[in-house]
């Protein structure tokens, strides 16, 4: 009970409308405020935890494959949402590549990397969706540039680490840091699949 008040504020971050608040700071310029988007985002962030886990656990060209897939594809995915200006919710499909890549890295699955380039570029677009239309009155060019290197940044931060833990033990900590991962996942989409159903209801 004395860890309650610690854990609440903690449950908080996972609630949806939080989660996909990502938080644009401009005070440093379009490109920290660029470089600074993507750590904002829960939903983001525990992505790409869950992938580099589960890309730890299979061929490593996979992992070469997959950051070249995310910078690019970021870059490109939050140029075209820029110039579009189309407004959609990413939420509900990245919480669900979540729960796919929490679920992948908790059991340890074993794939061929074809399938995990294609879930890290699917999440890639989705990073440079959100990117995009976060890029408000800012320059683009510089915004999108410090999204893309943070993200790169990020993804390379985590594969760097976890390529340093070599001990069975270990392994299973990610595991289960992956399989938390999921379960936040499939609690987040849960939330926004059945907000607009329960807002319905309020008189």
Same mark, same amino acid.
């Given at each position: 009970?004395?860890?309650?008040?610690?854990?609440?504020?903690?449950?908080?971050?996972?609630?949806?409308?939080?989660?996909?608040?990502? =938080?644009?700071?401009?005070?440093?310029?379009?490109?920290?405020?660029?470089?600074?988007?993507?750590?904002?985002? =829960?939903?983001?962030?525990?992505?790409? +935890?869950?992938?580099?886990?589960?890309?730890?656990?299979?061929?490593?060209?996979?992992?070469?494959?997959? +950051?070249?897939?995310?910078?690019?594809?970021?870059?490109?995915?939050? =140029?075209?949402?820029?110039?579009?200006?189309?407004?959609?919710?990413?939420?509900?499909?990245?919480?669900?590549?979540?729960?796919?890549?929490?679920?992948?890295?908790?059991?340890?699955?074993?794939?061929?990397?074809?399938?995990?380039?294609?879930?890290?570029?699917?999440?890639?677009?989705?990073?440079?969706?959100?990117?995009?239309?976060?890029?408000? =009155?800012?320059?683009?060019?510089?915004?999108?540039?410090?999204?893309?290197?943070?993200?790169?940044?990020?993804?390379?931060?985590?594969?760097?680490?976890?390529?340093?833990?070599?001990?069975?033990?270990?392994?299973?900590?990610?595991?289960?840091?992956?399989?938390?991962?999921?379960?936040?996942?499939? +609690?987040?989409?849960?939330?926004?699949?059945?907000?607009?159903?329960?807002?319905?209801?309020?008189?």
């Amino acid at each position: 009970m004395r860890k309650l008040p610690f854990v609440l504020p903690a449950l908080l971050l996972f609630e949806p409308n939080t989660a996909s608040a990502h =938080v644009v700071w401009e005070g440093g310029g379009a490109f920290w405020a660029g470089f600074l988007h993507p750590l904002t985002s =829960v939903d983001q962030v525990c992505f790409l +935890m869950a992938l580099s886990i589960w890309l730890n656990f299979n061929e490593p060209q996979a992992r070469l494959w997959s +950051m070249g897939a995310v910078v690019t594809l970021s870059a490109l995915a939050a =140029v075209v949402s820029w110039w579009s200006k189309r407004e959609f919710s990413t939420l509900p499909v990245m919480t669900a590549l979540m729960v796919v890549a929490g679920l992948g890295g908790a059991i340890r699955f074993k794939v061929h990397g074809t399938i995990l380039v294609t879930l890290a570029s699917a999440g890639a677009c989705l990073i440079g969706t959100e990117t995009g239309k976060a890029v408000g =009155v800012l320059s683009p060019g510089s915004f999108i540039i410090g999204a893309s290197l943070s993200t790169l940044i990020l993804l390379v931060y985590l594969l760097g680490g976890l390529e340093r833990l070599r001990s069975e033990w270990q392994a299973v900590a990610c595991r289960a840091i992956a399989s938390w991962i999921a379960a936040v996942g499939i +609690m987040m989409l849960t939330f926004e699949l059945w907000q607009p159903h329960i807002q319905g209801q309020r008189p």
